[in-house]
């Protein structure tokens, strides 16, 4: 509420300075004097709001913009709470029970791109790159071991590829046991990084088609879903084997000694966008000054996070109740630029979460594209599309525009430096920087869907 009621306190002065003038000409020179006024330029349509998140740290641009006073800095009132499932969030912010919410990023590409729930939702933020990893058993990792390189201090040389799980796959289905691993959601991240692990060392995830959602036709790996929270407990019950999950819940599989993360998601695909933050068409197209101060409120949290110092605050800020909850030692584990995969065995890894170095906090069209190629990959769009589609699709749901705006003010009101501002068409260059080297380009997505030796094929020209 600061930016607002500095506003109607400069707005009064001017008029008061200038009530002797009269007529025309001083109300026109207060109009002018009032748009000079710094943060004054957005009148805010709706203050009181509802944001959701699921506790997982990644949601924490949002904990940090209520907590540190960025959303009151632009006259808005949020509530933060906590939901039960990736499901429930979707819902939720389509029914209009939540203004807006961090979300998976494949959530509202989905429901703009025929899987699933439909609804036009649009995202001006990415909340964060990398912070995902995958766990497994302590049993399978028992038997994973020893077909894992090791390097001169006796460690397993990392990053770990599936071919180590492809003999204790092979193991199980000996014994008449299919080997069963959880992910987060259906369209969620999780769910095409560990695909493209377990694919990039020949083993088959599964398929989708548009009368079996449930994605395992010819899998050799059962791949279900998991609320992020319950995996530690599903995994220590032996109901799957393993499991991709944000955290600080493979963290907390290290802490409990029930498993262990053979992998990141940095180590799949570096530097990897991850969550966004999600609100209708309907509501942005009713309150876009609200949109852009949420996301300028968004942008700062991102920039206050990113700075080093700043870490052992936010993992105290995240273990309260109200937000992740955890342990503060499970979180800085991750947070504060290390990560451990066996008890430890505990590694530096600056990058493991970002949340606004490298743009992570620009909504860019080629991020979005990569999941609509992964959702083509295993079916989840059952039918081909043309080349076209792919970018048509995404910008009606990638919003770099509004992005841009709330940007641009924070710029002038002297929050961040023009520098971080990207000079982008909203694609980023094709990159190899994935465990199996293969190369993306998001202006080649049937190009790309091809290269693979496992999923869907389509031909260039539909």
Known sequence: MKSTIKKSIGFLLVMVFLSACGGKEAKKSAETAEAKIPGTSLEIEKPQLTFGFIKLTDMAPLAIAKEKGFFEDEGLFVSVEAQSNWKNVLDRVIDGQLDGSHMLAGQ???????FGRQAELVTPFSMDLNGNGITVSNDVWSKMKP????GADGKPLHPIKADALKPVISEYKNSGKPFKMGMVFPVSTHNYEIRYWLAASGIHPGMYTSDNVQGQIDAEVLLSVTPPPQMPATLEAGTIYGYCVGEPWNQQAVFKGIGVPVTTNYDIWKNNPEKVFVMTKKFVDENPNTAVAVTKALIRAGKWLDEPSNRAEAVKILSMPQYVG?????LANSMTGTFEFEKGDKRSMPDFNVFYKYHATYPFYSDGIWFLTQMRRWGQIPEPKAAGWYEETIKDIYRPDIWKKAADLLVTEGHIPASDIPDTDGYKP?????IDGNTFDAKDPIGYINSFEIGNKDQTEL
Do not use: H, L, Q, R
């Not at 077909?147 to 090791?150: G, Q």
């Open 108 to 114: 509202p590409i989905a429901a703009g791109a025929g």
């Open 147 to 150: 077909n894992v390189p090791k």
């Open 326 to 330: 955890a342990d503060e030692v499970v």
């Open 430 to 434: 094709a990159t190899s920087d994935f």
